[in-house]
């Protein structure tokens, strides 16, 4: 398939819709699917008409045939997404699975790396510099399975199990992505690459660390042009618009704690609730803003 400027635009344009200040919104997604804006979006969007670039290269042999074969391989994307979520990876211990990721993508033939967050990087042909297309996945999960058995498939197919969704199904994405494109060889004298990462560190404590750890190295992020994040197996929307999410750790100590000894002695788990319940009340009763947002407090 050549490289044509049809391609290159196609690229290019989510850069002009600030794709670029990921960093901003610190835990943007959009997630891959039928390329269809949803519902909501549509109404606000009604008069909106799809770029010509967009109907030209839906209409081009190769990548027809290219997403065509999605559905021939389903067997083996569905093995592979098997195999990845029964290697434990609760966040901050994700090693065997970003290992057993690099064999992979190795195999289908892409250049692969290991950055020093841990962060697993491929690329479909040598680094010389070009600007790059950031599809991501990430690696950990919120929970674990205790033994490979836990992951199974049901008596209609179905996928079960700790992170079968999120983001065992991202990461199988990712792969996919990998053999059906360079298979197709869609790379092949481009001036623009798309680089593979699976990605450490998404989940609760780990706060997108192996995000920011790519988006805070210049000479990786000043190339990007876009960033594609598979997450979760929603295949009806792609999301171009979410919520920043900002996390705070904040500890409350004290000399009370044992429920007999230090009774009558103030105990900062009492403290802590009251607090919580302060703070709930204050943002239920007094919003500040008319934009907008959620918490949580574990």
Known sequence: ??????????????????????????????????????????????????????????????????????????????????????????????????????????????????????????????????????????????LAPSTPSDIRLDASGRLLGPGVSDNGVGLAAVLAIARISMAAGLWDGAPALPVLVANVCEEGEGNLNGMRFLCRTPSFSSRVRAWIVLDGPNVDHITAEALACRRFEIALTGPGGHSWSDFGTANPVHAISRTINIFSKTLWDNPTSQVRSSYNIN
């Open 1 to 142: 398939m050549a490289w044509d400027p049809v391609l290159l635009r196609s690229l290019s344009q989510p850069l002009r819709h600030g794709a670029a200040s990921f960093e901003r919104a610190l835990h943007w997604k959009i997630m891959l699917g039928p390329l269809e804006i949803s519902r909501k979006k549509a109404a606000r969007t009604a008069n909106a008409q799809p770029p010509a670039w967009l109907d030209e290269l839906a209409r081009r042999p190769a990548l027809r045939d290219a997403l065509a074969a999605f559905g021939r391989e389903k067997r083996w994307i569905d093995e592979q997404h098997l195999e990845l979520c029964r290697i434990s990876a609760p966040t901050f211990q994700e090693e065997t699975r970003a290992h057993w990721m690099m064999d992979q993508l190795k195999a289908l033939g892409w250049e692969v790396r290991q950055d020093r967050s841990g962060n697993v990087i491929a690329l479909p042909a040598p680094d010389r510099g070009q600007p790059l297309v950031a599809v991501t996945a990430h690696l950990d999960t919120v």
